[in-house]
C-alpha cells in the first residue's frame, strides 16, 4: 500500500473523506521529525489535536497534511 496524504481535518473526521489506512504519521510542524499519529482530539481556535508518543499533542491547522498508508 502507498503511502498518501490527507489533511488534519480529514484525519479528524474519517469515513471516506479520510480513507482507510493502517499507518499515519505527522511531520512536526517545528522541527520536522515524523512522528506516528497515535490519535486525534477536537480542535481549538481552528487547530487539531494530534496526539503521538510526546507528552503533548501536537497543534495543527485543519488543511496541515497527515501521511497514511
Same mark, same amino acid.
Given at each position: 500500500?502507498?503511502?498518501?496524504?490527507?489533511?488534519?481535518?480529514?484525519?479528524?473526521? +474519517? /469515513? #471516506? @473523506?479520510? !480513507?482507510?489506512?493502517?499507518?499515519?504519521?505527522?511531520?512536526?510542524?517545528?522541527?520536522? &521529525?515524523? =512522528?506516528?499519529?497515535?490519535?486525534? +482530539? /477536537? #480542535? @481549538?481556535? !481552528?487547530?487539531?489535536?494530534?496526539?503521538?508518543?510526546?507528552?503533548?499533542?501536537?497543534? &495543527?491547522? =485543519?488543511?496541515?497534511?497527515?501521511?497514511?498508508?
Amino acid at each position: 500500500m502507498a503511502w498518501r496524504k490527507i489533511t488534519a481535518e480529514q484525519y479528524l473526521t +474519517g /469515513g #471516506d @473523506a479520510g !480513507g482507510d489506512y493502517d499507518e499515519a504519521f505527522i511531520r512536526h510542524p517545528e522541527t520536522g &521529525v515524523r =512522528r506516528e499519529c497515535w490519535d486525534v +482530539g /477536537g #480542535d @481549538a481556535a !481552528g487547530e487539531i489535536a494530534i496526539y503521538t508518543a510526546l507528552a503533548e499533542p501536537i497543534m &495543527v491547522p =485543519r488543511d496541515y497534511p497527515i501521511e497514511v498508508r
